[in-house]
């Protein structure tokens, strides 16, 4: 699942600060997220009657039902640190009956997110997700990447063999900035790249070689089947960031479900 919370922009600014690391959704009727989310699924935060801000990992989540004020006011002593609520918050919340906790991590700011209706006072959003495949499978020609700001690079026998991902043929799409030398103490500014089902990993280019210096392409290759001749795909979220997802070589359509 992917989820959609609104917030108020003081809370947003805790959340992107680091200082709001749970997010506390109160409700009296069992509404979404209360036993509707799990751990590493992702949400993005936009700001009410404005725009997306931020995007985080969800670490850990508690649900609780059958609350009384009294049970409200524990959670409120017990979590606040983390949560950050005013005191008009806990006031307007003292009848709820259903508590979800969600602990955030991998918290990042960002400017887009899901195609979605008007929200029309909804404050919180279960969609869901798109698998990788099919998630960019509509852009398979570099014009139509190319046209959606997007670019690609096709996975060699190599890049599987090796855990690697080479980006010798695109490296002018990438900043200058994020070149780096041949070992770790050479490392440039990084930049951020949201895999599609995570993880979101921080990396360099190894200019020497001309390949991403994360490790994480093994893992990430093998939970969604990539073959020889198939293209990760970046999409760029801000000058730091990208969205990073997949597009099928149609010589293996035929070898995956």
Avoid at 78 to 98: H, M, Q, T, V
Avoid at 126 to 144: G, H, I, Q, Y
Wanted: contains cysteine.
């Amino acid at each position: 699942m992917v989820h959609v919370a609104v917030l108020l922009k003081p809370y947003l600014d805790l959340v992107l600060s680091g200082k709001k690391t749970v997010e506390c959704r109160l409700t009296r009727q069992a509404r979404d997220p209360f036993e509707n989310i799990e751990p590493d699924e992702r949400i993005y935060f936009k700001q009410s009657a404005g725009p997306f801000a931020a995007t985080a990992l969800v670490e850990h989540v508690i649900c609780e039902g059958d609350l009384t004020p009294r049970r409200v006011g524990e959670i409120k002593r017990d979590y606040n640190e983390l949560i950050c609520g005013d005191a008009a918050f806990w006031n307007w919340k003292r009848d709820s009956r259903f508590c979800t906790l969600i602990w955030l991590k991998d918290v990042q700011p960002t400017d887009n997110g899901p195609q979605i209706r008007p929200l029309q006072g909804v404050a919180w959003l279960t969609l869901d997700d798109e698998p990788a495949w099919r998630r960019v499978e509509r852009s398979r020609s570099d014009s139509l990447l190319s046209s959606n700001q997007s670019f690609s690079i096709e996975v060699t026998p190599g890049n599987l063999r090796n855990n690697s991902l080479y980006v010798s043929k695109a490296l002018d799409w990438f900043p200058k900035w994020a070149l780096g030398g041949r070992n770790k103490k050479e490392t440039a500014k990084l930049m951020t790249l949201i895999l599609h089902d995570g993880p979101t990993v921080q990396t360099d280019i190894v200019a020497p070689r001309n390949l991403l210096r994360t490790r994480v392409w093994g893992t990430w290759f093998k939970r969604h089947g990539v073959k020889r001749g198939d293209r990760v795909v970046f999409t760029p979220v801000d000058e730091v960031t990208y969205s990073v997802g997949l597009a099928r070589d149609g010589r293996n359509s035929g070898r995956r479900t």
